[in-house]
């Protein structure tokens, strides 16, 4: 009876002796950084490993500044904006992202560090999730500061079947200053021109949705997950701008019926944004050359990073700022210009 008892009390020592070794290895290596910064490995950051990335990118890197938003704020380089804006800059982007996905990182970021710019991309499709809604699934218990509910990074199957090797195959390459700008960057990876228009289409709506038809949606995504950070932190610059589209992705709302309902988030962002003395907002959505031009993007919506260079630039000196709405609502005038003609003409006319 004793022995199986002893068996029994061994066998138990053993397990738990063994996952116990398991979670430490992972603290000690961290794979993600949740803990430490990597120091004697090239850590896993890239967009299949974002959502568990970003959250020890926003612990663990030392800086004062951050680029937030979707995938096309992802070719933005931190050298650059530390050296136009002031500051030492990180990316903590979310591609395909919501507005709560950004709520996240900010949120992080603000615990963990004393924040004092945040160049915010707003994607007007970030805005219309439920407000709880994420881009795709989030590891919250690496956003939280419960540090036991990291068990399940501790002994998670891909932490421990995949990064965890992938850490030690790279032992010994170091990661450097440049990581800043390389996490996430796509840049050089596709073709630009007629190519982008892949995605578009340029037919007649059939059920256009009213231009009200997203705008309580917006309102409580800019409410809880913006408003909230830029009001909660009046020392904290806050750069807002939104992106420059193709002008074939204004058509392609148009095509699909969003259009009136997609531009009205425009004024309604402004009107919510405007008025705080810690927010500046830009506007690069009718930037003629910019957008007018196939050969700057990849597909309807997707830019190079020389158009994210440039814009950390026009931010640096103050260009393209939007003091007033009608300055908002003369463009919203050319954007919705521009899809019209399309869809009248039936396809890309620039």
């Given at each position: 009876m004793m022995k199986r008892k002893t068996w029994a009390l061994l066998s138990l020592a053993l397990l738990l002796g063994t996952i116990g070794a398991i979670c430490l290895t992972v603290i000690v290596i961290d794979p993600f950084q949740v803990y430490h910064l990597a120091t004697r490995y090239m850590p896993p950051i890239d967009n299949t490993t974002q959502v568990y990335a970003n959250a020890g990118i926003a612990r663990s890197y030392d800086y004062d500044s951050a680029v937030v938003g979707t995938s096309v704020t992802?070719?933005?380089r931190p050298t650059q904006m530390d050296a136009l804006l002031g500051g030492r800059f990180i990316k903590l982007c979310t591609s395909a992202g919501t507005a709560y996905n950004h709520a996240l990182l900010m949120d992080l970021a603000f615990r963990t560090h004393d924040v004092k710019r945040i160049v915010y991309?707003?994607?007007v499709y970030s805005f219309i999730a439920k407000v709880d809604q994420t881009g795709s699934d989030v590891p919250m218990y690496l956003y939280d500061d419960?540090?036991?509910?990291?068990?399940?990074?501790?002994?998670n199957r891909s932490v421990l079947g995949s990064f965890l090797p992938r850490c030690l195959k790279a032992w010994g390459q170091k990661q450097d200053d440049s990581i800043r700008d390389r996490m996430y960057n796509w840049a050089g990876r596709d073709d630009y021109g007629p190519i982008a228009l892949y995605t578009a289409s340029f037919t007649p709506p059939e059920n256009p949705?009213?231009?009200d038809a997203r705008t309580q949606l917006a309102q409580e995504n800019l409410n809880a997950h913006l408003i909230a950070y830029i009001t909660a932190h009046p020392e904290?610059?806050?750069?807002?701008?939104?992106?420059?589209?193709s002008a074939a992705e204004w058509a392609t709302m148009q095509s699909k019926g969003t259009l009136e309902a997609m531009l009205a988030l425009r004024g309604l962002c402004f009107d919510a944004l405007?008025?705080?003395?810690?927010?500046?907002?830009?506007?690069f959505s009718a930037r003629e050359d910019w957008v007018l031009d196939?050969?700057?993007?990849k597909d309807t919506l997707h830019y190079g990073q020389w158009i994210n260079d440039a814009m950390a630039e026009c931010i640096a000196g103050g260009e393209y700022t939007v003091s007033s709405r009608e300055t908002l609502d003369a463009a919203t005038k050319k954007?919705?210009?521009w899809a019209n003609a399309q869809i009248e003409a039936g396809g890309w006319i620039f």
């Open positions: 992802e070719n933005f991309g707003l994607d419960n540090l036991f509910n990291d068990v399940s990074y501790w002994l949705l009213p231009a904290t610059q806050f750069d807002i701008f939104f992106p420059p589209y405007s008025g705080y003395d810690n927010v500046t907002i830009y506007d196939l050969n700057n993007y954007l919705r210009a």
